[in-house]
């Protein structure tokens, strides 16, 4: 006799990641760029950010917000 295969499921958390600080995700149900967004009223810097990612590190997705680079005038 066999033993059915079973399945079983994990949930993904997020992380977010900017400079190599982790960032909170206020909510899961907000896409990437929204917590971006966020985040951006306490780190201006974000405002202007590309985000990058998901990545699967370690059981989580991870977005890494970086800074855009430009040429000013």
């Known amino acids: 006799m066999t ?9 993904v958390q997020r992380k977010f990641i900017y400079e190599g600080r982790e960032l909170a ?3 899961p149900e907000q896409g990437a760029e929204d917590i971006k967004k966020m985040h ?4 201006p810097e974000l ?8 990545e699967l590190k370690d059981g989580s997705h991870v977005y890494t917000f970086k800074k855009r680079l430009g ?3």
């Open 47 to 54: 405002a202007s950010a590309v985000v990058e990612g998901p």
């Open 25 to 27: 995700d206020f909510n």
């Open 3 to 11: 033993t059915p295969n079973k399945i079983s499921v994990t949930e």
């Open 40 to 43: 951006a009223l306490t780190v």
């Open 71 to 73: 040429t000013k005038g």
